[in-house]
């Protein structure tokens, strides 16, 4: 892939894939509101994912998009609207319009959060369990990674990411954690699998307390993860303690997002 556009480039998980994804003979071309300072191999565009005539112009020329950009939490429904999914709209046709022929699109294990433990792992393709208006946000992205793939012939894949972070800080993440390296693995291998269709996949490393998700479909595309957040352990439980199995945190996949709670409305 000569040429990848990454929406939300200066994000958390857009600042680990850009040195891991780095190629010779690869540009990365760097997308976000956020001011950015490209290195070799490198250019910067600023412009915002919802509009669609920015991205079409974005697009032109690439190989492939992953799209990151987006608001990466709970929020209210207009801005999660707007953003998440008319702007994730914006990139699907503007990728169209641009004939870039694979999106890697930046989907949550939220989109199926309210999975509960006694189901796991959860399987590839699991029907959606949003358990947010982020989650539901990722379902219509998936939706729309579909309709692309089957319409229009984009292949299209969807990485359901768990908890992507420098290390795990959690009792919880220290089976929901996807390493920096091991993202850059998985990225790649969404990015050279040839003729990958259209798939739904899960973003782990390869835990020792794992096995809350399937990895079967990641593999099937070349990904093999190497990190393990049981190097992170002692130091997680000497500060949160062991487990609990009773804690409602672990009940389901999508951990705190699936606690009880006020809903998150757009103001009045």
Known sequence: MPIVLITGAAGQIGTMLRPRLARPGRTLRLLDTAPLTPGPGEEAISASVTSLDAMTAACRGADAVIHLAGIPGEAPWSEIRGVNIDGTYAVFEAARQASVGRLVYASSNHAVGFSPSATFPVEDYA??????????????????????????????????????????????????????????????????????????????????????????????????????????????????????????????????????????????
């Open 127 to 268: 029907f959606p369990a949003p358990d947010t208006y982020y989650g539901v946000s990722k379902v219509a992205g998936e939706a729309l990674a579909a309709l692309y793939h089957h319409r229009h012939g984009l292949d299209a894949i969807c990485i359901r990411i768990l908890t992507c972070a420098e290390r795990p800080q959690t009792v919880r993440s220290l089976s929901t954690w996807l390493s920096p390296d091991d993202a850059g693995r998985l990225f790649e291998a969404c990015l050279s699998a040839p003729r990958p269709g259209f798939r739904v996949v899960f973003g782990v490393s390869a835990n020792t307390r794992g096995g809350w998700v399937s990895l079967d479909e990641a593999r099937a595309l070349g990904y093999e993860p190497r990190d393990d957040a049981e190097a992170y352990a002692a130091e997680v439980i000497a500060k949160h303690g062991e487990p609990d199995l009773g804690d409602p945190v672990l009940a389901y996949l999508g951990g705190e997002f699936a606690l009880p709670g006020p809903d998150v409305r757009d103001p009045a």
